[in-house]
């Protein structure tokens, strides 16, 4: 939807903050695939499910283990509080479907 998005009309303001937003998983101080792992916790934290999927995905294209990816969860999970175990679920569940693809070449 994001190029339907930016397709629809010549919204500045819109552009200017989808620019943003990719830009910040831009190569810095800190590389590009820390930055996903940083936006997975902060949309578990958010209980942000279409963004928990988004990071996931661009974090296991990133290489990043299931152990890493457990690990920086736990991380959400003690900030969030027992408010973010549903979207823990889905995040595992996310990260089986992403496996399983991997594993069938997709």
């Known amino acids: 939807m994001n ?3 930016l397709d629809e009309g010549d919204h500045l303001g819109i552009k200017r903050f989808f620019r943003l937003d990719g830009a910040a998983y831009d ?3 800190l590389p590009g695939d820390t930055k996903e792992l940083l936006g997975l916790v902060a949309s578990a934290v958010l ?3 279409d963004c928990i999927d ?3 995905q661009q974090c296991v294209e990133a290489g990043w ?3 890493e990816l457990m690990d920086a969860l736990n991380v959400a999970l003690v900030v969030g509080g027992s408010i973010v175990i549903p979207h823990l679920r889905h995040a595992v569940e996310t ?3 992403l496996r399983s693809r ?3 070449g997709e």
Do not use: P, V
């Open 54 to 56: 988004y990071h996931l």
């Open 27 to 29: 190569d810095g101080a």
């Open 65 to 67: 283990s299931d152990d």
């Open 47 to 49: 209980r942000c499910n």
């Open 3 to 5: 190029e339907r998005i």
């Open 95 to 97: 990260i089986d479907l």
């Open 102 to 104: 991997e594993q069938a």
